[in-house]
């Protein structure tokens, strides 16, 4: 994909669909399947470096560290020209909106420790994943894989761990903030909001959750109104 980063603003949470980007598309508006640990063409990855760690004897906490200064860098790297900017969590209440707030963190477990007799070496059951969420105007928002964006269930102060379905995120959180970029701000067109509207309506009708029907029946008739504006 060109502009992987958005760098050019041409992409927005209405006009990319929502399973084309993943928490940190969304969190950091690049609206891309976003991974933290691909370095450009770099096979480098938190199972295969957890695993390395594993095997030198390294301890969770400083797996945790590891990681997490690994994935600040490559923060730092890829969006120094939004005035990146890691924050203590203290700090928060301080924090204007005029910037995203931005908090990231994951989680790895080792099972079934193995020996690999073609080439004698240690491989370890290597569980682990990532998650973004971030504050605008207030609230905090996160987007799960492929699912609609929502609103966070905790706003004011978060438990130990972050439960995300059967997913519990419990390393320590890096904060930072980024410049918003000027392509959030941006009105959609009516052909837009139409497009948008109808996208939905058939994500929607794909489920078979009885909530719904209630969802769909609101969506239709926001687009019945954008339909009569068209005229």
Same mark, same amino acid.
């Given at each position: 994909?060109?502009?992987?980063?958005?760098?050019?603003?041409? $992409?927005?949470?209405?006009?990319?669909?929502?399973?084309?980007?993943?928490?940190?598309?969304?969190?950091?508006?690049?609206?891309?399947?976003?991974?933290?640990?691909?370095?450009?063409?770099?096979?480098?990855?938190?199972?295969?470096?957890? %695993?390395?760690?594993?095997?030198?004897?390294?301890?969770?906490?400083? *797996?945790?560290? #590891? #990681?997490?200064?690994?994935?600040?860098?490559?923060?730092?790297?890829?969006?120094?020209?939004?005035?990146?900017?890691?924050?203590?969590?203290?700090?928060?209440?301080? *924090?204007?909106?005029?910037?995203?707030? #931005?908090?990231?963190? /994951?989680?790895?477990?080792?099972?079934?420790?193995?020996?690999?007799?073609?080439?004698?070496?240690?491989?370890?059951?290597?569980?682990?994943? /990532?998650?973004?969420?971030? $504050?605008?105007?207030?609230?905090?928002?996160?987007? $799960?894989?492929?699912?609609?964006?929502?609103?966070?269930?905790? %706003?004011?102060?978060?438990?130990?761990?972050?439960?995300?379905?059967?997913?519990?995120?419990?390393?320590?959180?890096?904060?930072?903030?980024?410049?918003?970029?000027?392509?959030?701000?941006?009105?959609?067109?009516?052909?837009?909001?139409?497009?948008?509207?109808? %996208?939905?309506?058939?994500?929607?009708?794909?489920?078979?959750?009885?909530?719904?029907?209630?969802?769909?029946?609101?969506?239709?008739?926001?687009?019945?109104?954008?339909?009569?504006?068209?005229?």
């Amino acid at each position: 994909m060109s502009d992987f980063l958005n760098k050019k603003m041409g $992409r927005t949470e209405y006009n990319t669909e929502v399973y084309s980007y993943n928490c940190g598309g969304y969190a950091l508006s690049t609206y891309t399947w976003y991974l933290p640990y691909t370095e450009w063409g770099d096979d480098w990855s938190h199972a295969d470096r957890i %695993n390395e760690l594993l095997c030198e004897g390294a301890s969770e906490s400083d *797996i945790y560290s #590891i #990681i997490l200064d690994h994935d600040k860098a490559v923060f730092e790297e890829q969006f120094a020209d939004r005035n990146i900017t890691f924050v203590d969590e203290e700090d928060i209440p301080y *924090i204007s909106d005029d910037v995203d707030l #931005i908090a990231y963190r /994951f989680y790895y477990t080792a099972d079934d420790e193995y020996v690999d007799s073609a080439n004698d070496e240690v491989y370890y059951d290597i569980d682990t994943d /990532f998650h973004f969420r971030v $504050r605008r105007k207030g609230v905090w928002y996160e987007k $799960r894989g492929m699912t609609e964006i929502r609103k966070c269930e905790y %706003n004011d102060y978060w438990p130990d761990y972050w439960q995300c379905g059967n997913l519990c995120y419990d390393s320590p959180i890096l904060y930072f903030t980024l410049d918003k970029l000027l392509t959030g701000k941006k009105a959609m067109t009516l052909e837009e909001k139409i497009q948008h509207c109808e %996208n939905r309506i058939a994500r929607l009708k794909m489920r078979s959750e009885v909530k719904n029907a209630v969802l769909i029946n609101k969506a239709e008739k926001e687009l019945a109104k954008l339909k009569n504006l068209e005229r």
